[in-house]
């Protein structure tokens, strides 16, 4: 991204020491070949560059960013990352840090520039960390119209069925923080909703108070479950017309791009707080690439970079 020499003095300057810098030379970066532009502090000496303020600030193979972050959202574990790049699993775990964290700011970004939701839809998904009981919960929401994602939490419950009692038994009793998960993505996309928003959900009893909370002038709307068909990951329903079909398929699109969330699979989660990293990145890849029409550019275009990692 290309930015005027005053821009980048005077946010260096403003940065730390508020002296003024001015431009002291180059250096070559061998990971990208580009050539970067060094500053010095008149009054200090200190010296800084333009890669200081970037995200990537001393990677060094900053050319794996771009399709790690594509397949992170293309169902490709980490193991096999690491392996088909040719690096250590840190390397990867570390960038998936970054990345995913950036997907966090970017998201946020997104609901910003984006038009008042009118109609809105939410429900939970179910998995796990490390074992199934020790079961998550993940609560999401979506604009009806465009299947956009305003934004999503992840929180433990307890296990429930057959499982209970052997969870209780080798792990203790289990929180159920679903209430506290909602309210916080409540709290998060209520900027985005109109205010006479209308909001649909399955007819779980727990939603309804909450929702009459947070959207006192909202109409919700709710819906009986319905069976889960085997096509979808078992996400999308048995019926001829689903109502709830914006938040379903976006599930099943979580289930298909996210290797976690793959039915049947041995990439478990091992930390709820990857899985909500993981999240971010899927869904900044969903808004970007498959929702928006107008976004739908070839992914490696003429910057061969995502504007997520533009820097």
Not at 77 to 101: E, S, Y
Not at 279 to 306: A, Q
Request: hydrophobic letters at 35%; one cysteine or more.
């Amino acid at each position: 991204m290309a930015v005027s020499s005053v821009t980048l003095i005077s946010s260096l300057a403003l940065s730390e020491c508020r002296h003024r810098f001015v431009k002291a030379g180059y250096f070559y970066r061998r990971c990208d070949k580009r050539r970067i532009q060094r500053f010095q502090c008149q009054l200090c000496g200190k010296s800084k560059s333009v890669a200081t303020e970037e995200h990537f600030y001393r990677q060094r193979l900053r050319a794996m960013n771009t399709p790690l972050f594509m397949f992170l959202a293309s169902a490709v574990p980490q193991r096999r990352l690491a392996i088909n790049f040719g690096v250590n699993r840190k390397t990867i775990v570390r960038k998936f840090r970054v990345l995913g964290q950036m997907s966090d700011a970017k998201l946020l970004e997104q609901n910003q520039h984006q038009q008042i939701v009118s109609v809105l839809e939410f429900d939970d998904l179910e998995t796990f960390e490390h074992s199934k009981c020790k079961p998550l919960s993940v609560t999401l929401a979506v604009e009806k119209s465009s299947r956009r994602v305003l934004g999503f939490e992840v929180s433990q419950m307890p296990a429930k069925g057959l499982l209970a009692k052997f969870s209780r038994s080798k792990y203790g009793n289990r929180r159920d923080e679903r209430f506290e998960g909602r309210e916080r993505l409540f709290t998060k996309i209520k900027e985005y909703l109109d205010k006479r928003v209308i909001i649909r959900s399955d007819d779980n009893p727990h939603y309804t108070l909450q929702v009459k909370a947070h959207f006192p002038t909202a109409t919700h709307i709710t819906t009986k479950g319905g069976r889960g068909a085997v096509t979808g990951q078992g996400e999308l329903k048995k019926q001829k017309f689903d109502p709830l079909f914006a938040i379903n398929h976006t599930f099943a699109k979580c289930r298909a791009d996210i290797s976690r969330l793959v039915r049947k699979t041995w990439s478990t989660t091992k930390k709820s707080s990857q899985l909500q990293l993981h999240l971010s990145i899927m869904t900044v890849f969903h808004n970007h690439r498959l929702v928006d029409p107008k976004l739908r550019h070839p992914i490696f275009g003429k910057s061969r970079m995502l504007p997520l990692l533009a820097n």
